[in-house]
């Protein structure tokens, strides 16, 4: 069982490039999230996405695109890298938009912005 | 003030021993709680739901306490394999941000031989 399957899992940048994190999941779940966590900081959402065809700001969402391109796949990206933005990203879904599903992570991109 | 705090310890014990950790959450109208694990280096993975009347899954027991608002994690008889940074997690309905889970920052357990 694959789960939910990030792409790429290491990327080194340059500030001011650009990219795409890739998030995938073959659970049929509508919700989908991103978070970062940067040691000391805990997660932090990013942006998320309740059903296809929606998504929200989280409580750090500056710097930050994304797209729902259909019910599998939830994309994250940076348009112009700053090394603020060097973290480790999670993506993340669960079953249906309700208060007692829990999530199931990604294993992890880990980002370095030079 | 952060939805959940934690206290991040690091908590340091010798196998077989007993710990505790608590966890505080600050809106009363959360509806849905759980414990995460993060091994070193790893995604969050879920340990297990938080129910009102307490549960247990083999040596792990976690507990509710909605008056107060906090909820903790007890392991018995613990194992070196039970390293791990633990994640106290709440969900509550704020109208559009329905689903969506608050986590604490992690309290970190190390069991040594």
């Known amino acids: 069982n694959a789960g939910v399957t990030q792409t790429p899992k290491f990327q080194v940048l340059k500030t001011g490039q650009s990219m795409t994190l890739q998030c995938a999941q073959d659970m049929n779940h509508n919700s989908m999230y991103w978070y970062r966590q940067d040691p000391g900081m805990g997660l932090r959402l990013i942006y998320y996405s309740a059903s296809e065809g929606t998504t929200d700001k989280g409580e750090v969402p500056n710097g930050y695109n994304v797209s729902r391109l259909n019910k599998r796949e939830f994309s994250l990206r940076l348009e112009s890298a700053a090394p603020s933005q060097t973290s480790v990203y999670f993506c993340a879904s669960s079953g249906r938009t309700a208060v007692n599903q829990p999530q199931h992570f990604g294993d992890g991109t880990r980002l370095s912005i030079l | 003030r952060k939805e959940v705090e934690q206290d991040p310890g690091p908590f340091n014990v010798p196998e077989g021993a007993t710990v505790a950790f608590n966890c505080t959450y600050s809106?009363?109208?959360?509806?849905?709680f759980f414990w995460y694990r993060q091994d070193c280096r790893k995604e969050p993975k879920l340990l297990m739901s938080v129910y009102s009347s307490g549960n247990e899954d083999g040596r792990f027991t976690a507990q509710l306490n909605r008056a107060s608002q906090y909820i903790s994690l007890l392991i018995r008889d613990s194992k070196l394999s039970d390293s791990a940074t633990y994640l106290c997690v709440v969900s509550f309905d704020r109208g559009s941000t329905l689903g969506r889970l608050y986590f604490g920052r992690g309290t970190q357990l190390t069991v040594w031989p």
């Open positions: 809106n009363s109208a959360s509806q849905s």
